[in-house]
């Protein structure tokens, strides 16, 4: 008898490449300021956000107009912010250097020019 191992629903659901796409992230980013109540382009206001934040923050997909994957309406696809922040060695300070070249972030005394 063949046994081939159950393959997680989960990981099913979650696009391979997801937050290769700057436009993911920075929808993300947006999304998490905007529930903050500040404004994401604004570096000083990232200071007091902590990588654990955005490890537990839960991912809505963007708007069709950005939305790279095949989009199926009950979709979330169960991605957190820890995913996207796991491409940049878990650094928050790194993820948004890379997801907004356009600012400059200072953070404990170092500053990121993209």
């Known amino acids: 008898m063949l046994v081939r191992p159950m393959r997680n629903y989960l990981d099913a659901r979650r696009p391979k490449g997801y937050w290769a796409y700057l436009e993911n992230r920075r929808h993300f980013f947006e999304e998490f300021a905007k529930e903050g109540g500040f404004d994401p ?15 537990s923050k839960k991912v809505q997909p963007p708007p069709p107009k950005l939305f790279h994957f095949k ?28 997801t907004f070249p356009e600012l400059q972030f200072t953070f404990q005394g170092r500053t990121t020019y993209s």
């Open 71 to 98: 989009r199926y309406e009950s979709d979330t696809y169960n991605l957190k912010g820890a995913s996207l922040l796991s491409l940049f060695d878990g650094s928050l300070h790194n993820a948004l250097a890379q």
């Open 41 to 55: 382009l604004l570096p000083e206001s990232w200071h007091n956000v902590t990588a654990s934040q955005i490890r």
